[in-house]
């Protein structure tokens, strides 16, 4: 059974960081593609960044530079390190098997507020 469970988020203020964490279970996350995709409020889900077994790290513009996705394989585990928080960047947080996040996880709340 496939299972994700993201935490890590919280309240930050602007300019702030924070590493969001993805613990993945039932599939073999070394040979998975993996995605984070967020969920603003009012808003749908829109991808953020893959990870991609092949073709390596990409991210949707608006965050390139600040976010840092990666891997630990030996934990199964996807991160999301986010630096230069804004508060358009406040959203619910998923890690996901898909680039629409239809296979995601429970989400993890980050909200960037002075």
């Known amino acids: 059974q496939v299972q994700l469970v993201e935490s890590g988020g919280g309240l930050v203020q602007p300019g702030g960081s924070l590493r969001l964490s993805c613990a993945t279970s039932?599939?073999?996350?070394?040979?998975?593609?993996m995605y984070w995709v967020r969920q603003a409020p009012t808003k749908g889900l829109e991808w953020v960044s893959t990870?991609?077994?092949?073709?390596?790290?990409t991210y949707r513009a608006s965050v390139n530079d600040r976010f840092t996705i990666s891997g630990d394989n030996a934990k199964k585990t996807l991160y999301l390190q986010m630096n230069s928080l804004q508060p358009e960047d406040t959203a619910v947080y998923y890690c996901?098997?898909?680039?629409?996040?239809?296979?995601r996880g429970q989400g993890t709340h980050v909200t960037v507020s002075s």
């Open positions: 996901a098997l898909d680039h629409e996040g239809n296979s």
């Open positions: 990870i991609d077994i092949r073709e390596g790290a």
């Open positions: 039932g599939f073999n996350f070394s040979n998975t593609s």
